[in-house]
C-alpha cells in the first residue's frame, strides 16, 4: 500500500468538496483562482505569474447549433492579471465540390457531416468565463506545462494528480463515466464489490497484492505511475501513466506525458453490471 499517496490524494478530495459548490448540471463552474487546489499539492509549483482555473467543458451529440451540456470540469491556467477571456468565433469548412454521382453516393451511404474550426487558439493571458465546447477546449494546453517540481516520488503523486484532475472534480450527466475511485490503502477495498474483493483475495493468496496499490517507477528520463481504480463502467482497473522527464536545472524540472504503445488501462476485473447515468 501507499499511505502517502493515500493522504494526498483523500486530502484533495476533501478541499474540492469543501471550495466547489455544486448541484446537477452547472454550465457556470468557473473558477478563476483554483489556488486551493494547489496548496494541497504543495510539492509542486506553477510559474510565477500564472494561477490555476477550472472550467466547465461540454459537447453535443447533435450540431454545432444545439445547445451543449456541461459533462466536465477542467483545469487550466492563466496569468494571475488575465482580462480578455476566450471566446472565439467558430467557423465551418465547405464541403468539397462532388459530382452528382459522387453526392448521389454520399447520401446513401456516407452523409457529410459538418466540421467546424477556430480560428483562435487559447493563450494564458485569456480567462475562460464560461462553458467551454470541446472544438475549443483542444487547444486548452495541459497545466503540466506550467509545472515545476524535484524529482521525487511525492512531488510526483502530486503532478499526477493534477494531470488526471479532471476524473476528481465534479462531473455531470454522461461525464460521470469519467469519474475513477484510487485504491490506495486496504480500506479503500473494503467500499469495492464481493466480486472485486474475491479477485483481490486471490492476489493475496499468490502473494500478488502489491499490484493493487499505487507504485512508481523512476528510470533515466522516463517515469511511470501504475494505480488501480474501480469505475462502475469499467471495472477494477490498473491504470499506467508515463512521463518524460525534463531537467531544468537547480533541481528542478517538469514532466510531459507520454502515450504507452499498449494502452494505459488494463482491466484486471470487468464490470458485473453497468450503471447508466
Known sequence: MNQEFADIYENLQLTISQNIAFEGSEDDLCIEDASFIMNVLNQIEIEQGYVLGL??????LGTIE????????????HKKNATKYFSPELKTTQPPKKTWL?????????????EYYSSEEYSPDMLIPELLIDVLAKSVPSPLEYVRLNREEEAIWEVFLLDKLKHFLPTF???NYIR????????DIDRLPNYVKDYIAYCCRSHDVEKIFPKIEF???????KCCYFNQQEGLIMWKT??????????TGKVESLLLPFGCEDVLVPVKEIIRY
Not at 528510470?219 to 505511475?225: L, R, T
Open 180 to 187: 475513477k475511485n484510487l485504491i490506495c490503502v486496504p480500506s
Open 55 to 60: 472550467y466547465p467543458h461540454g459537447y453535443s
Open 242 to 251: 508515463s512521463y518524460r522527464w525534463i531537467d531544468m536545472g537547480g533541481g
Open 102 to 114: 459522387q453526392r448521389l453516393h454520399l447520401a446513401k451511404c456516407e452523409p457529410w457531416k459538418k
Open 66 to 77: 444545439s445547445n451543449y451540456e456541461n459533462y466536465y470540469t477542467m483545469p487550466y491556467i
Open 173 to 175: 450527466n454522461h461525464g
Open 219 to 225: 528510470s533515466k528520463d522516463e517515469i511511470m505511475v
